[in-house]
């Protein structure tokens, strides 16, 4: 089994930065991808950042300039740095991860989320 967790979330005011981890355990043999999504109130889940396959970032129109997401390979571990954050970022993130476990099947996990709240 592979379990991620995610830390980092809170309040903060509008303008402020907050910065999310999320790190992957358990049998894993590799990871193909480690993305970011997000779920605001009353609205779906939508993706917000993640790697190409050439290893280059990527993001949601809304968060460009703001956010940068990074990664330990090393130590399967993913970060989203938020920056200028505002209210309609108020939302659950979550990540998610895919790779191949030991056992060579392959893995789609997620984590339990992290609540950020922008608000004065």
């Known amino acids: 089994q592979v379990q991620l967790v995610e830390s980092g979330g809170g309040l903060v005011q509008p303008g402020g930065s907050l910065r999310l981890s999320c790190a992957a355990s358990?049998?894993?043999?590799?990871?193909?991808?480690m993305d970011w999504y997000r779920q605001a109130p009353g609205k779906q889940r939508e993706w917000v950042a993640g790697?190409?396959?050439?290893?280059?970032?990527n993001y949601v129109d809304s968060v460009k300039g703001r956010f940068t997401i990074s990664r330990d390979i090393a130590k399967n571990t993913v970060y989203l740095q938020m920056n200028s954050l505002k209210p309609e970022d108020t939302a659950v993130y979550y990540c998610?991860?895919?790779?191949?476990?030991?056992?060579?099947?392959?893995?789609?996990?997620w984590g339990q989320g992290t609540l950020v709240t922008v608000s004065s």
């Open positions: 358990g049998s894993i043999f590799s990871i193909y991808a």
């Open positions: 790697f190409t396959g050439d290893g280059l970032t």
């Open positions: 998610y991860a895919q790779g191949e476990e030991i056992t060579r099947n392959v893995f789609n996990a």
